[in-house]
């Protein structure tokens, strides 16, 4: 039985988009200090970004869900990457995107797509999976009753 999306592995990738750097990290996470770990870990090694904009989700329904966007525009960047998140049904999962700002101006729009963009990029590199309910059964019997 189904039960919800998650990803495999820990990953992170980059981008130049306009003259700005942009890199992704994905991390599997169970809990919010698992997470808040991972972000302060971030943030300590890339301190002279000009953003780290964090986002999680976490719980099979997606219960716990929380962004940050670091003094970017209100909405362009951590919400942005939320949205994203919970739409595709992915939980589990802490991301924390570092931008270092090359100059030219995104936009709005362009902040959107290029903070949501490298998220999707990272999740390929960490790769999606399901997580799924088993059940696994142990059977003891005699050996006579193995050929019936």
């Known amino acids: 039985m189904f039960r ?14 306009e003259k700005s750097r942009f890199i992704a990290h994905v991390k599997p996470v169970e809990t919010r200090e698992e997470a808040d770990e991972f972000f302060v870990k971030i943030r300590s090694e890339y301190r002279n970004a000009t953003h780290n904009v964090p986002a999680l989700v976490i719980g099979e329904k997606c ?7 670091d003094g970017e525009p209100q909405g ?10 919970v739409s595709e049904g992915i939980t ?12 030219i101006k995104l936009g709005t729009g ?17 790769e999606i999976c399901e997580v799924r309910e088993r059940n696994v059964l142990f059977i003891k019997l005699d050996y006579t009753y193995l050929g019936k």
Request: charged share 15%.
């Open 4 to 17: 919800y999306l998650t990803i495999k592995k820990e990953a992170s990738v980059e981008q130049i988009i």
């Open 63 to 69: 219960e716990l869900q929380w962004a940050s966007d």
């Open 76 to 85: 362009t960047s951590g919400p942005p990457i939320l949205q994203m998140l």
């Open 92 to 103: 589990n999962i802490a991301v924390m995107v570092t931008r270092y700002f090359g100059g």
């Open 110 to 126: 362009g902040l959107v797509r290029a903070y949501t963009n490298s998220v999707k990029l990272a999740l390929e590199a960490a």
